[in-house]
């Protein structure tokens, strides 16, 4: 079956930087969008940014012109460039994709185990 593994997260002071990296593997015919949701303590979880099939990045109002997403469509990886943190932006992120896995089958949400993002004032 399908699994979402991430790396990148970590401790960084505000005004830091940190990349964080997913991978896509298993059973995988087709892959719609890629992205990234963040759930903080008390919080809901909340999308961070995504890539649509067709190229196209969306992200949170509260990330814009700090984070940048990138995917490679060969590799079946998505990831977040992070820069400028700060520390509301800790959050446990978790990677998230939607994925046929197989011509007959419809997409299906899949995500990773999430990776802590800490960042120190």
């Known amino acids: 079956q399908v699994q979402l593994v991430e790396s990148g997260g970590g401790l960084v002071q505000a005004g830091g930087s940190l990349r964080l990296s997913c991978a896509a593997s298993?059973?995988?015919?087709?892959?719609?969008?890629m992205g990234w949701y963040r759930q903080a303590p008390g919080k809901e979880r909340e999308l961070v940014a995504a890539?649509?099939?067709?190229?196209?990045?969306n992200y949170a109002d509260s990330v814009k012109g700090r984070f940048t997403v990138s995917r490679d469509n060969v590799k079946n990886t998505v990831s977040l460039q992070m820069d400028s943190l700060k520390p509301e932006d800790t959050a446990v992120y978790y990677c998230?994709?939607?994925?046929?896995?197989?011509?007959?089958?419809?997409?299906?949400?899949?995500w990773g185990q999430g990776t802590q993002v800490t960042v120190s004032s």
């Open positions: 298993g059973s995988i015919f087709s892959i719609d969008s």
């Open positions: 890539v649509t099939s067709g190229g196209t990045a």
């Open positions: 998230n994709a939607r994925i046929a896995t197989s011509w007959r089958r419809r997409f299906g949400e899949y």
